[in-house]
């Protein structure tokens, strides 16, 4: 069974950090992408960070470059998203998710398995 495990969401101060994890199982780890989208209450999903666990290439939004990092752990089967200097609009539901096709990383649709989420809240 394919499972994608999203963990360490929560509430956190504009300036903050949180790194938020991605657990996987049930397919080939290390011949995937994955991906971190988010949804604001609202508005349409978005693509933030992707990672190709087969070269290690990383593709960014423009809206996270310098602030989010992405890492992925091979041996664990986990990606981790570090995200820094939050910001209000940052709050969002942020899911991970994988796709065979690393050309494909921003595209959310070409997404072969996806994640239940797990809640990021940036509020004073």
């Known amino acids: 069974e394919v499972q994608l495990a999203e963990s360490g969401g929560g509430v956190v101060r504009p300036g903050g950090s949180l790194r938020l994890s991605c657990a996987a199982s049930g397919f080939p780890f290390d011949d995937y992408a994955i991906g971190w989208f988010r949804q604001a209450p609202g508005k349409e999903r978005e693509g933030v960070l992707c990672?190709?666990?087969?070269?290690?290439?990383?593709d960014y939004a423009d809206s996270v470059k310098g602030r989010f990092t992405i890492s992925s752990d091979n041996v664990k089967n986990t990606v981790y998203l570090q995200m820094n200097s939050l910001k209000p609009e940052d709050t969002a539901v942020y899911y991970c998710?994988?796709?065979?096709?690393?050309?494909?990383?921003?595209?959310?649709?070409?997404?072969?398995?996806w994640g239940q989420g797990t809640q990021v809240t940036v509020s004073s």
């Open positions: 990672i190709s666990n087969s070269d290690g290439h990383i």
């Open positions: 998710a994988a796709v065979y096709n690393p050309i494909l990383c921003s595209v959310s649709v070409a997404y072969d398995y």
